[in-house]
Nanobody, 123 residues
Framework: QVQLVESGGGLVQAGGSLRLSCSPS????????MAWFRQPVGKEREFVAG????????YYRDSVKGRFTLFRDIANNTVFLQMNSLNTEDTAVYHC????????????????WGQGTQVTVSS
Protein backbone atom coordinates (compact mmCIF):
# COMPACT_ATOMS: atom_id res chain seq x y z
CA GLN A 1 0.00 0.00 0.00
CA VAL A 2 1.49 3.31 -1.11
CA GLN A 3 1.04 6.14 1.33
CA LEU A 4 2.11 9.74 1.51
CA VAL A 5 2.73 11.01 5.00
CA GLU A 6 2.84 14.73 5.75
CA SER A 7 4.30 16.36 8.81
CA GLY A 8 5.38 19.75 10.04
CA GLY A 9 2.07 21.51 10.50
CA GLY A 10 1.18 23.43 13.60
CA LEU A 11 0.18 26.76 15.08
CA VAL A 12 2.22 29.82 14.18
CA GLN A 13 1.76 33.56 14.47
CA ALA A 14 1.28 35.69 11.40
CA GLY A 15 4.64 36.48 9.86
CA GLY A 16 6.13 33.21 11.03
CA SER A 17 7.39 30.18 9.14
CA LEU A 18 6.75 26.48 8.92
CA ARG A 19 8.27 23.68 6.89
CA LEU A 20 6.06 20.85 5.77
CA SER A 21 7.46 17.54 4.67
CA CYS A 22 5.98 14.69 2.67
CA SER A 23 7.46 11.23 2.62
CA PRO A 24 6.05 8.33 0.68
CA SER A 25 6.06 4.85 2.10
CA UNK A 26 5.95 1.72 0.07
CA UNK A 27 7.80 3.00 -2.95
CA UNK A 28 10.05 5.75 -4.27
CA UNK A 29 8.60 8.68 -6.16
CA UNK A 30 11.52 9.57 -8.39
CA UNK A 31 9.41 9.71 -11.56
CA UNK A 32 6.44 11.43 -9.99
CA UNK A 33 5.27 15.00 -10.03
CA MET A 34 4.78 16.12 -6.46
CA ALA A 35 2.41 18.84 -5.34
CA TRP A 36 0.93 20.49 -2.29
CA PHE A 37 -2.74 21.34 -1.98
CA ARG A 38 -4.63 22.91 0.86
CA GLN A 39 -8.20 23.05 2.02
CA PRO A 40 -9.38 25.81 4.33
CA VAL A 41 -12.41 25.02 6.47
CA GLY A 42 -15.59 25.36 4.45
CA LYS A 43 -13.77 25.96 1.18
CA GLU A 44 -12.69 23.99 -1.85
CA ARG A 45 -9.32 22.36 -2.04
CA GLU A 46 -6.79 24.53 -3.86
CA PHE A 47 -3.44 23.99 -5.48
CA VAL A 48 -0.50 25.53 -3.64
CA ALA A 49 2.72 24.40 -5.31
CA GLY A 50 4.07 21.59 -7.44
CA UNK A 51 7.10 20.27 -9.26
CA UNK A 52 7.23 18.41 -12.55
CA UNK A 53 8.24 14.76 -12.37
CA UNK A 54 11.75 15.53 -13.68
CA UNK A 55 12.23 18.51 -11.39
CA UNK A 56 12.46 20.80 -14.38
CA UNK A 57 9.61 23.14 -13.58
CA UNK A 58 7.89 24.49 -10.51
CA TYR A 59 4.42 25.95 -10.13
CA TYR A 60 2.97 28.17 -7.41
CA ARG A 61 -0.39 29.76 -6.84
CA ASP A 62 -0.15 33.52 -7.06
CA SER A 63 -0.89 34.20 -3.41
CA VAL A 64 2.13 32.20 -2.20
CA LYS A 65 4.73 33.25 -4.76
CA GLY A 66 7.75 34.73 -3.05
CA ARG A 67 6.69 33.26 0.31
CA PHE A 68 6.52 29.49 -0.25
CA THR A 69 9.20 27.28 -1.75
CA LEU A 70 8.82 23.66 -2.74
CA PHE A 71 11.93 21.54 -2.86
CA ARG A 72 12.67 17.87 -2.87
CA ASP A 73 15.36 15.73 -1.33
CA ILE A 74 15.78 12.99 -3.90
CA ALA A 75 18.18 10.97 -1.79
CA ASN A 76 15.72 10.78 1.08
CA ASN A 77 12.60 10.60 -1.09
CA THR A 78 11.07 13.60 0.65
CA VAL A 79 9.33 16.73 -0.59
CA PHE A 80 9.23 19.91 1.45
CA LEU A 81 7.17 23.06 1.44
CA GLN A 82 8.94 25.94 3.12
CA MET A 83 6.36 28.54 4.11
CA ASN A 84 7.49 32.01 5.15
CA SER A 85 5.62 35.20 5.97
CA LEU A 86 2.52 33.21 6.82
CA ASN A 87 -0.78 34.98 7.15
CA THR A 88 -4.20 33.96 8.41
CA GLU A 89 -5.38 33.13 4.89
CA ASP A 90 -2.83 30.32 4.79
CA THR A 91 -4.72 28.47 7.51
CA ALA A 92 -5.79 25.12 6.08
CA VAL A 93 -5.17 21.41 6.01
CA TYR A 94 -2.25 20.83 3.68
CA HIS A 95 -2.01 17.67 1.60
CA CYS A 96 0.75 16.38 -0.61
CA UNK A 97 -0.03 14.48 -3.79
CA UNK A 98 1.83 12.53 -6.44
CA UNK A 99 1.29 11.79 -10.12
CA UNK A 100 3.41 9.50 -12.27
CA UNK A 101 5.21 11.50 -14.97
CA UNK A 102 2.99 14.45 -14.20
CA UNK A 103 3.43 18.14 -14.94
CA UNK A 104 3.13 19.11 -11.30
CA UNK A 105 0.59 21.86 -11.86
CA UNK A 106 -2.95 22.43 -10.67
CA UNK A 107 -4.48 20.39 -13.49
CA UNK A 108 -2.72 17.14 -12.79
CA UNK A 109 -4.40 13.81 -12.12
CA UNK A 110 -2.85 13.01 -8.79
CA UNK A 111 -3.32 9.41 -7.85
CA UNK A 112 -1.70 9.39 -4.42
CA TRP A 113 -2.68 11.67 -1.57
CA GLY A 114 -1.65 12.10 2.02
CA GLN A 115 -4.00 12.51 4.96
CA GLY A 116 -2.96 16.09 5.51
CA THR A 117 -1.39 18.23 8.18
CA GLN A 118 -3.09 21.20 9.83
CA VAL A 119 -1.54 24.65 9.52
CA THR A 120 -3.07 27.36 11.66
CA VAL A 121 -1.87 30.96 11.48
CA SER A 122 -2.99 33.27 14.26
CA SER A 123 -3.22 37.04 13.91
Amino acid sequence: QVQLVESGGGLVQAGGSLRLSCSPSGRTFNNYAMAWFRQPVGKEREFVAGVRWDGGRFYYRDSVKGRFTLFRDIANNTVFLQMNSLNTEDTAVYHCAAELLGRGDSGGSYKYWGQGTQVTVSS
